[in-house]
């Protein structure tokens, strides 16, 4: 143990056992722009001093991904995720691939007569989600891996985790490799002037959110340099074939995969299934196949139930039961007095204005390929349950063709890799650089 | 199977009876509430097939439901549909009241027939005459005359002016409509009625920001009183902006009653919207809000939907017994509160009493999966395609 942690243990005696060793100076809450265009220096100060391969890199990712284990952040949601994405064998293929051969040593490559090599881009703004608990962490991994120093934004309701997981980082990184180059910060998000001053202080920005936020952020004034990357806003949708929903011995498996899919994130994310598409089927019944989907609900909701909800997501969930039903006697629907899930089964190809909250408009079609050709680029992913792999095929063809960026199997919606939303992670924020010999 | 005629009786029998207390104990108020909307509610499924499908689905049969809590409620977003949301003809309907939706936002609709357009001013009465007498009076309007006079389709503030309407020996309006669509204060005429007025009860209404901004900030500025000590001064609708102008309700109380001579304790907040027809639920001097014998109030756990115990907050579902042109029986509001009894208040009004404690606040968290326009709806809105 380092003796900046044996202090942190002295000091922090008096708090919950759970956040004993949490640094809390792992995410400073700011309230000046000063405090931003220093923490900003100080991050140039050591991409100027520093180069670290990607190899090490890694290395120090597989020592946090092993401290990420210890029982203390098994409430973390998304935890043992991260600990699989920051493991060594999950990650070198990501950056061969998107940096090619020689990318783990960090050395040139050859491009016919000239060299390649890839630089960082310098400092990355980040400015994850609120609704994804991991989000600051999993983006900057990204721009870590580039080489690049970090200034991240953390959602205010999502300090205290980050800092825990942080915590794990500054005990596999005692020497500071990485955490030097890391400046995590924590504002209200209606302070304009620090988004300024963060957004003025980078290289790039890495930006995650909704509609509003996303536009929000993009709004400020980067440097005309600064490469900018969005992810979001997305909505994912979910499809079967008749022979796969249609089938009683696995559709329970099937619909426990669904459940899943919906319960991750609170279906806030860009990767959750709103609508669920049937193909019709010759003998296949919906109602058969909700009461399936019920039962999976119901065990998924006792094994994660929510331990608060906003009042306006409870307000929108009931509007959305009332709505659907009102609209006429085609339209059904399975909910149990809570808001904890919702069920709404009718019919047609349009995917509907979803409301989270657990909400899954299930919607009988003739053709999946139909309810494909009405996606205008807004779907960011599209899980899958289909028997003939030809016929997947086709749908994923088209689906590509209508701006889906991700076509997985149902129950792996969530998993986090690259690409993402249709573009990679780490090489968009690296600069390529070209050298050619002068002498020949 | 429940005719109309059997409900009206129902309902009638609980307007006639006094709205705080005189109809038994709490418990027995309840139950005959209950049996009360079992019938509306089959009678709305007979009149509306729609209706009938969404109270088909609810988790709870109503008809074994021993708890009005229990029973089907509808959020009241539902009435922003178009067409309103009707258990009767449109050759029946005689108003159509529209709520005072904020800039942006869909005002919601109720379509009112004679029968339930002739109770909701019997309820209103009942409930005010229980706060302020039933003696008439003259009658000041904090609006514009367009607002009295309106018929057919009926804004908030309209439907709430026109309510307290038979309490009213005169009514005068103390607004003018101005050059640019707003309105501004009539204080030549404001003046020569309270001189007129001096020495006698007054009944004074205003929506709550328009009291504080184009009555009571004009007379401060103008350095004038009206000495109206006997003026009683209802107001109702939201406190939002005001108290972003750091405008609270004790500088509102004390504001209202410097300008009008009269003591703070004349001055009455009342909660209400249109969708809860012939319902208001004005502060006792206590500070409460209290429901009338033909209605109820369930306040509810956003996380469970289940009634909170006294002292807890949560979403507001009013009740009410009196419509039975619209299926507005039971309606889950996009408001707060904090119940404060479920039984008796200092004051001596029975029932539930509760405080409202605002709107309830947009949310904060926008995801990665928060999709305000889709992309082809986007380009649709700007022009391009």
């Not at chain 1, 056992?17 to 949490?22: A, C, D, S, Y």
């Not at chain 1, 079609?365 to 205008?376: C, G, R």
């Not at chain 2, 004038?224 to 004790?250: C, E, F, M, Y």
Request: aromatic fraction near 6%; charge should be neutral.
């Amino acid at each position: 143990m380092s003796e900046r942690m044996k202090d942190l243990v002295v000091t922090q005696a008096h708090v919950h056992p759970q956040q004993l060793l949490v640094d809390h100076d792992a995410v400073r809450v700011v309230d000046s722009t000063q405090e931003i265009v220093s923490a900003a220096e100080r991050l140039r100060e050591a991409l100027r001093n520093d180069e670290i391969t990607p190899s090490a890199i890694l290395e120090i990712f597989e020592k946090w991904a092993a401290a990420l284990s210890d029982r203390e952040l098994h409430d973390v949601p998304g935890a043992t995720f991260l600990r699989l994405w920051l493991r060594r064998g999950t990650l070198e293929p990501v950056l061969l691939r998107e940096l090619g051969a020689n990318a783990l040593r960090g050395g040139w490559w050859e491009d016919g007569r000239a060299r390649l090599r890839a630089f960082p881009l310098g400092v990355v703004g980040h400015w994850p989600a609120a609704n994804v608990e991991i989000q600051p962490i999993l983006s900057m991994t990204c721009a870590l891996l580039g080489g690049n120093a970090c200034l991240v934004r953390v959602p205010s309701g999502l300090v205290d985790i980050t800092r825990r997981v942080m915590t794990k980082l500054r005990v596999a990184d005692p020497d500071g490799l990485l955490t030097r180059r890391i400046a995590m910060v924590s504002f209200d998000h209606t302070r304009t002037e620090l988004h300024e001053a963060m957004a003025q202080a980078v290289d790039g920005a890495m930006i995650w959110g909704g509609a509003e936020s996303v536009s929000q952020v993009r709004r400020l004034q980067f440097p005309h340099w600064a490469r900018i990357l969005v992810f979001g806003p997305r909505v994912s949708v979910a499809a079967m074939d008749s022979a796969t929903w249609g089938n009683s011995a696995n559709r329970a498996t099937w619909c426990k995969r669904i459940a899943r899919d919906v319960w991750q994130f609170d279906q806030q994310a860009c990767s959750s299934p709103q609508t669920l598409f049937l193909e019709r089927g010759e003998g296949c019944n919906a109602n058969e196949f909700i009461q399936d989907l019920k039962k999976a609900f119901d065990e998924e909701n006792a094994a994660h139930p929510r331990h608060e909800i906003e009042p306006s997501l409870a307000s929108a969930i009931a509007l959305a039961r009332a709505t659907w039903l009102l609209r006429g006697e085609g339209n059904e629907a399975e909910f149990p007095s809570a808001p904890d899930w919702t069920i709404l089964l009718g019919s047609g190809t349009d995917v509907p204005n979803p409301t989270q909250g657990r909400t899954l408009t299930v919607l009988v079609v003739d053709d999946l390929q139909e309810m494909i050709s009405k996606f205008d680029g807004t779907t960011q992913t599209l899980g899958l349950g289909i028997a003939d792999p030809a016929k997947e095929e086709a749908l994923a063809r088209a689906a590509g063709r209508s701006g889906v960026d991700r076509i997985v199997k149902l129950g792996r919606m969530h998993v986090f890799s690259s690409p993402w939303d249709g573009t990679e992670l780490i090489r968009p924020m690296v600069r390529l650089v070209r050298y050619v010999q002068s002498q020949d | 199977m429940s005719s109309i005629a059997e409900i009206e009786q129902g309902i009638d029998g609980l307007l006639a009876a006094p709205p705080y207390g005189g109809n038994g104990d709490v418990q027995q108020r309840r139950a005959t509430l209950l049996a009360l909307f079992k019938q509306e509610l089959a009678y709305a499924c007979e009149q509306n097939p729609r209706f009938r499908n969404y109270v088909e689905h609810w988790p709870v049969d109503y008809r074994e439901a021993e708890e009005i809590a229990d029973l089907p409620y509808l959020p009241v977003g539902v009435f922003k549909s178009n067409p309103p949301l009707a258990l009767v003809a449109a050759s029946e309907v005689k108003r159509t009241l529209t709520s005072s939706a904020t800039t942006g936002q869909i005002p919601s609709r109720i379509v009112l027939d004679a029968a339930t357009s002739r109770r909701m001013t019997k309820g209103v009465l009942t409930i005010v005459r229980d706060f302020i007498g039933s003696a008439r009076r003259p009658y000041l309007v904090v609006d514009t005359p367009e607002n009295l006079a309106a018929q057919g389709q009926l804004g908030a503030r309209g439907a709430a002016v026109q309510a307290l309407g038979s309490f009213a020996t005169e009514i005068v309006s103390c607004l003018r409509p101005g050059e640019n669509g707003d309105s501004r204060l009539d204080v030549e005429r404001l003046l020569e009625c309270a001189a007129k007025w001096q020495n006698s009860e007054v009944l004074v209404y205003g929506f709550t920001f328009v009291v504080w901004t184009q009555l009571v900030q004009p007379l401060q500025q103008l350095g004038l009183t009206l000495n109206l000590p006997n003026a009683r001064i209802l107001h109702s609708g939201g406190w939002k902006r005001l108290l972003q102008q750091a405008v609270t309700r004790d500088v509102f109380a004390s504001g209202v009653a410097a300008v009008f001579g009269c003591a703070t304790e004349r001055i009455v907040d009342y909660y209400g919207m249109v969708e809860n027809v012939g319902v208001i639920y004005p502060d006792c001097e206590h500070g409460n809000k209290h429901v009338p014998a033909f209605a109820e109030v369930i306040v509810r756990d956003p996380l469970t939907l289940k009634p909170v115990k006294v002292g807890e907050r949560g979403l507001i579902q009013v009740c009410s017994a009196l419509p039975t042109s619209f299926p507005g029986f039971l309606l889950l509001t996009e408001d707060t509160a904090e119940v404060m009894s479920y039984d008796t208040c200092a004051c001596g009004r029975q029932g539930t009493s509760f405080r409202f404690a605002g709107r309830v606040p947009k949310a904060e968290v926008r995801g990665c999966g928060n999709l305000e326009h889709t992309r082809l709806r986007q380009l649709q809105t700007s022009g391009v395609v």
